[in-house]
Every structure is written in C-alpha cells, then in structure tokens.
Nanobody
C-alpha cells in the first residue's frame, strides 16, 4: 500500500525549532522527488521545499535559510528541519511524492507563545 506518514509537528514557541519526518511506504523511494507543502485555512497549499531523487533541493524564497529539507533513501524518509520559527509558519504541513502526486495526511505545526 502506497502511503506517506508525517510526524513531528506540534506546538513550539517563536524562535524555536522542529523537525518533521515523512516515512514512505509502498514506493521505490529513491526514485521519487519528495516535497513538503503547507496550508493554512482559507489559503492555497504552498510549496515549502523540494528534494529531487538526484538530491538537488529548492525552497520557497521566503523560507530559504531557515528550513532545510533532506532525505535518507536507506530509511525511505524525508525530513524538514525548521529553525527560527515564526507565528506565520503555523500551518498544516504535508509530505508529497512524485511521480503520482502522493500526499500524506498532514501534521499540524503551531508557533505561538
């Protein structure tokens, strides 16, 4: 069964850090481009970061320098390290795999004092 399972979300104070994890099942993980998106109520889902099967990465311009995406092909896992978090980073974060546009269920990140 093809499945992406996110974890690592939660409540964090402004300036804090979180690391999100997405575990992939049922795909040849090393051949997939992986990405993190986020969405707040009433807004479109937006790309946070992408890591290709080649290992190349790209980021939303506004997040470059604070967020880092990485992958471990041996563990079928992609990570999103988020530092210097701000209240505007509050959102549901989703893992995505392509080809096939596979989505996880999302994990809530709340940045608040």
């Amino acid at each position: 069964q093809v499945q992406l399972v996110e974890s690592g979300g939660g409540l964090v104070q402004p300036g804090g850090s979180l690391r999100l994890t997405c575990a992939a099942f049922g795909i040849v993980f090393s051949m997939y481009d992986m990405a993190w998106y986020r969405q707040v109520p009433g807004k479109q889902r937006e790309l946070v970061a992408r890591i290709l099967s080649s290992g190349n990465t790209n980021y939303a311009d506004s997040l470059r320098g604070r967020f880092t995406i990485s992958r471990d092909n041996a563990e079928n896992t992609v990570y999103l390290q988020m530092n210097s978090l701000k209240s505007e980073d509050t959102a549901v974060y989703y893992c995505n795999a392509n080809p096939g546009s596979i989505w996880g269920q999302g994990t809530q990140v709340t940045v608040s004092s």
